[in-house]
């Protein structure tokens, strides 16, 4: 596979068979083809056989970026506008003094009490059902915590497309498959959901708002047509992604308490900074179990210094949580409308980020950069979607609003021309 003799999709041999073609014990094979599973450079589909993974689990997609050459307004990044983050010293200190009052030592509660009963207080007004908490060192983790507390290599996983990159990267990197579901904006097609499980799907993860890279918000309709579908299913692992928790305009409809195992996840990067690594995770007693299992066996918990500075951070009112909704929703819709005053197709109902699908993606992020803009390419995010580009509206300017849309709109050629079904 080094060399490239065994190319992408390739079929392997049975293992037996491999085995008598090079004079070796069948365990010996057994071994290597598990190792190359979990280390993601080929897939094991049952009955149907091993292939070689279209690219290595470890080649992430954020090499599949534009370079911003100086001049260059970047609206591709996906972080949040700084000048809505709030200052972190003072509850840091308040924090910090706190520890000297009482040093966190071996052997203590992983999380902060103030901070579980505040979360829990959170989950309790958006409809999350009872469960365990844990604090994980952000969304991703709690991602990856989870879907190793339940799956072996091999597994698949239903994942949004286009979805955020760092999930369709993790999943094949734990030696999993990735089936995708489409989407729009009010989250996943049911019916996208029903066949996948229906394929064998073991695992479903969603994100509940500001899906990354469309916005898309699960409704009220779509959650009910959802948890029906998970009902039929209850063996299924579902994960939910709610890391836009305080920057979104829109209410949450979880689909917790579906199925048996399941897992609900909040950030806090989003609303008071990406480098605050902390997440709140709760779910069923297994699954929150397994995963304090795991930290127990490795990093112990998430600093209790971190915990009681976001803890200080909620008691002050730090973060205006709906005047940051409302200018994030402000842009977002800004660009969206100047998009469609000039006949250009976008989506976005929630979060920073708007999505627009293209009939040419190399060729409009080209033209977006040499006339000024770096936009994200929309390779980041799809397996099987079509084409598309994201813009990242945190930071945009209301006299850019225009300028950025007449420059898309020229990218992407005459409107009756362009097609995207």
Do not use: C
């Not at 993974?53 to 050459?69: E, F, L, Q, S, Y």
């Not at 700084?82 to 840091?92: C, K």
């Not at 971190?306 to 909620?314: E, K, N, S």
């Not at 225009?402 to 995207?420: H, M």
Request: charged share 25%.
């Amino acid at each position: 596979m080094g060399s490239g003799e065994l190319r992408p999709g390739q079929l392997l041999p049975p293992m037996r068979e491999l085995a008598e073609r090079l004079g070796v014990n069948p365990n010996t094979v057994a071994a290597a083809y598990r190792t190359l599973r979990e280390r993601g450079v080929i897939e094991t589909a049952g009955r149907r056989g091993s292939r070689v993974r279209p690219a290595p689990a470890t080649t992430g997609r954020d090499h599949i970026r534009v370079d911003v050459p100086e001049g260059v307004r970047d609206v591709s990044s996906g972080n949040p506008d700084p000048a809505l983050l709030p200052a972190l010293a003072a509850a840091f200190a308040a924090a910090a003094a706190e520890g000297d009052r009482a040093p966190v030592l071996y052997g203590e509660a992983p999380v902060d009490p103030e901070l579980a009963r505040i979360a829990r207080d959170g989950f309790d007004a958006d409809g999350v059902p009872e469960g365990p908490l844990a604090v994980v060192s952000g969304a991703l983790d709690a991602v990856e915590r989870v879907l190793a507390a339940h799956l072996k290599p091999g597994d698949t996983v239903a994942v949004e497309d286009p979805g955020w990159s760092r999930t369709l990267d993790l999943v094949p990197a734990l030696g999993l498959r990735t089936v995708p579901v489409g989407l729009d904006d009010e989250g996943p097609y049911a019916d996208d959901v029903r066949r996948a499980l229906e394929s064998g799907a073991r695992a479903l993860i969603v994100t509940d708002r500001a899906q990354n890279p469309t916005g898309a918000a699960v409704s009220a309709a779509r959650a009910r047509a959802l948890r029906s579908v998970l009902r039929e299913y209850p063996e299924t692992l579902l994960i939910e992604d709610d890391h836009g928790h305080g920057i979104v305009d829109v209410p949450l409809h979880p689909l917790a308490g579906a199925t048996r195992h399941w897992a609900f996840v909040r950030s806090a990067a989003k609303a008071y900074g990406p480098d605050l690594r902390l997440a709140l995770l709760t779910g069923d007693a297994v699954t929150v179990d397994r995963v304090h299992g795991r930290q127990r066996l490795g990093p112990g918990w998430v600093s209790r210094l971190m915990q009681r500075a976001l803890v200080r951070l909620w008691a002050d009112g730090a973060v205006d949580t709906r005047a940051v909704a409302a200018a994030y929703g402000r842009r977002r819709d800004a660009l969206i409308g100047a998009l469609g005053r000039r006949g250009v197709v976008a989506q976005g109902r929630s979060g920073m980020n708007v999505w627009l699908p293209v009939p040419d993606e190399t060729g409009a992020v080209a033209r977006l950069l040499h006339a000024g803009w770096a936009v994200a390419p929309g390779a980041r995010f799809r397996l099987s979607a079509p084409p598309g580009i994201r813009v990242t509206v945190s930071t945009l300017a209301g006299d850019e609003t225009e300028a950025l849309a007449d420059a898309i709109a020229s990218a992407l050629g005459p409107a009756p021309a362009r097609s995207y079904v």
